[in-house]
């Protein structure tokens, strides 16, 4: 009787256990995660922003039959399935489902070739937008009446730290009304908080480049991506701005409760500056750490020491590209190189130093490149 009763109990256990064991919930993540194109199309690896994906292509691809696959959260779908022919002349929108089946979310893919829209007024933004924040992204217009980029900021950082509302404005890059003539983009270097102490990035410049803005935590100047393929020599940089600086410079202190050290008399300043570079294997884009210093460098057009000035009016800048390297025409014509527009409202924002509440604004930027 006893090995029966032995029998009977371990079984017993078993159906308890196995009554115990819950199945794990659902996943509800339904992101993108990658994005590519069959055969040698693509110019570089696809660039993934909030809702947006960019296909990067070869001069001369036909956009008109391509069939992007791409790489899904664990367990999500996509509509339509990954492998579908579209017409990328225009962009195209996909919705991904995540396992669970409650969360989806919509994209929009862009397959664009190296180039972009050569004037910049600013006119056009649009809202990220949560239950507790709403920040705006900058996107131009192209010739054809669509959209050619998005500019990046490091607004998706600074919505980390919880200091923004659901006013664009309350963050460091947003759409201002006092343009020259209509809107205009503005940047404010802001307090991060307690997020960004804990991180030793008291403080966030304004900025907006052309590239993308990925959140790095570990690095924060890795999060900046500079740069998108271009297929025309720069010459020049030129356009307005206005500059009002903080009343109060600090620079980074770790040592500090705030993490920052007020330095009185100095005076912050603002940048603007256009870098060219080649891209190879291991350097799709630059980042923080040597935007202007990367030896993949080609051209720079930036200020010199002593011409950032403050001013309430409007008030031109013209930065002709100084050549650090010869340009290979046939790499040039295969969109082999790179550009980016960078501006912030304080310099030293890559080391978390500047001035509250300085803040630039720019308006009709152009990038003039040789015929």
């Keep these: 009787m006893k090995p029966i009763t032995h029998t009977f109990l371990i079984a017993a256990i078993a159906m308890v256990t196995t009554g115990c064991i819950r199945k794990e919930p659902l996943n509800a993540e339904c992101d993108i995660i990658a994005a590519t194109l ?12 909030n809702s947006e994906v960019t296909l990067f292509v070869k001069k001369g691809t036909d956009k008109s039959a391509l069939a992007p696959e791409f790489i899904l959260t664990e367990g999500a779908t ?20 995540a396992e669970d089946k409650i969360w989806q979310k919509t994209y929009t893919v862009w397959v664009n070739e190296p180039g972009i829209t050569l004037s910049y007024d600013f006119e056009h933004v649009r809202q990220q937008q949560s239950s507790r924040y709403s920040y705006d992204i900058f996107y131009e217009i192209g010739p054809d009446g669509n959209e050619s980029f998005s500019w990046a900021s490091g607004n998706a950082g600074y919505a980390m730290t919880g200091q923004g509302s659901s006013d664009p404005a309350s963050f460091p890059t947003y759409q201002s009304d006092n343009g020259i003539d209509g809107k205009c983009a503005a940047m404010t270097t802001r307090i991060t908080g307690l997020f960004g102490n804990l991180r030793n990035s008291p403080l ?12 790095n935590l570990s690095n924060t100047l890795l999060s900046t991506r500079f740069g998108r393929p271009f297929d025309r020599k720069p ?5 307005y701005y206005r500059y009002t600086p903080g009343e109060m410079y600090y620079k980074l202190n770790e040592s500090l409760s705030n993490k920052l050290e007020a330095v009185p ?3 912050d300043e603002f940048n603007i500056y256009g870098v060219m570079f080649e891209r190879i294997a291991d350097v799709e884009y630059l980042n923080g750490t040597n935007v202007q210093t990367s030896p993949n460098v080609v051209a720079l057009a930036r200020f010199s020491d002593g ?12 930065l002709p590209f100084v ?16 550009i980016s527009i ?17 803040t630039l604004m720019v308006d009709q930027v152009v990038l003039t490149c040789e015929e």
């Design 78 to 97: 996509i509509d339509p399935p990954s492998g579908t022919v579209r017409n990328f002349d225009v962009p195209q929108r996909y919705t991904v489902t």
């Design 307 to 318: 011409e950032r000035i403050p001013t309430e009016t409007w008030r031109t800048f013209s």
């Design 323 to 338: 050549y650090l390297k010869e340009i290979d025409m046939e790499k040039l014509e295969n969109g082999q190189y790179s």
């Design 204 to 215: 966030a410049a304004g900025s907006l480049f052309i590239g993308e803005f990925k959140v």
């Design 38 to 49: 069959p055969g040698d199309v693509m110019s570089q690896n696809a660039a993934i922003r």
């Design 342 to 358: 960078v501006m912030s409202s304080s310099i030293d924002g890559d080391l978390f130093s500047g001035a509250p509440g300085s």
């Design 235 to 239: 010459l020049r940089l030129s356009g």
């Design 265 to 267: 008399g100095k005076i």
